[in-house]
């Protein structure tokens, strides 16, 4: 077990993460989103994992009882491990089988569960189980109006991203919006302080620009496509 400590609004922001991945969502039950987040787990832990051609749901790998469409557990189990394969032919396959803004929230909900496992794991934490999923049917919450994107392929919220697509990406589906940049001001940079080039978390700690070197290198290692 790891002594490291974990800042306070850090391990809360990861906490309330858990939180969210069981509550129902714009698209998915509560129950779904556990769901696929253990397929997210087994696919980021997968010892000898799948080529990105072969989908999870034709294998052992995902429980054979299955709450979410096989095409879920596809992306899902793709987008956690070979994120640098997701070609627009490939997200266009899958908008087409589950639908534009429930493909948004399943890449949210990656997202936030690859996360929170890539942090523990790295710094020898356990993951924890995921809470009991919260009963009710998805709330269909969409934004007012929806635009095509201008620099990414799902629809955002209107007006189109011009020139921040990565700011945008999750717009379609607020709550999952909502739950992105609150890990993101504790991850990375509070959304409030990205317009300051000299904003550090704390005295003495990584400068901003020290900050982005670090984005930068491990986006690219990770194969990042902002």
């Known amino acids: 077990m790891?002594?490291?400590?974990?800042?306070?609004?850090?391990?809360?922001?990861?906490?309330?993460?858990?939180?969210?991945?069981?509550?129902?969502?714009?698209?998915?039950?509560?129950?779904?989103?556990?769901?696929?987040?253990?397929?997210?787990?087994?696919?980021?832990?997968?010892?000898?994992?799948?080529?990105p051609w072969v989908g999870a749901s034709t294998s052992d790998r995902v429980p054979a009882e299955r709450l979410a469409p096989d095409a879920a557990h596809d992306a899902a189990y793709r987008i956690a491990r070979?994120?640098?394969?997701?070609?627009?032919?490939?997200?266009?396959?899958f908008a087409d089988?589950?639908?534009?803004?429930?493909?948004?929230?399943l890449c949210a909900v990656v997202s936030a569960v690859a996360a929170v496992a890539h942090f523990r794991r790295n710094v020898g934490l356990d993951i924890p189980p995921f809470p009991a999923p919260i009963d009710g049917e998805p709330t269909g919450e969409r934004p007012h109006e929806l635009a095509d994107a201008e620099l990414n392929w799902v629809p955002v919220a209107a007006?189109?991203?011009?020139?921040?697509?990565?700011?945008?990406?999750?717009?379609?589906?607020?709550?999952e919006m909502t739950n992105t940049w609150r890990m993101a001001s504790a991850q990375y940079i509070p959304v409030e302080e990205m317009i300051h080039a000299d904003?550090?978390?704390?005295?003495?700690?990584?400068?901003?620009?020290?900050?982005e070197l670090i984005a930068a290198r491990v986006a690219q290692l990770r194969e990042c496509f902002y």
Not at 97 to 105: K, R, T
């Open 2 to 51: 790891s002594d490291v400590e974990v800042r306070d609004d850090l391990a809360e922001a990861h906490r309330l993460a858990w939180e969210h991945v069981a509550s129902p969502g714009s698209w998915w039950t509560g129950a779904q989103r556990v769901e696929l987040g253990g397929t997210v787990l087994l696919s980021i832990a997968d010892d000898d994992p799948l080529p």
């Open 82 to 93: 070979h994120a640098g394969t997701m070609t627009e032919d490939v997200f266009r396959r």
């Open 97 to 105: 089988e589950l639908g534009e803004l429930p493909y948004v929230e």
């Open 159 to 175: 007006p189109a991203d011009e020139t921040a697509a990565v700011v945008q990406a999750y717009t379609g589906v607020p709550g």
């Open 199 to 211: 904003w550090s978390r704390r005295s003495g700690g990584l400068t901003r620009p020290q900050t």
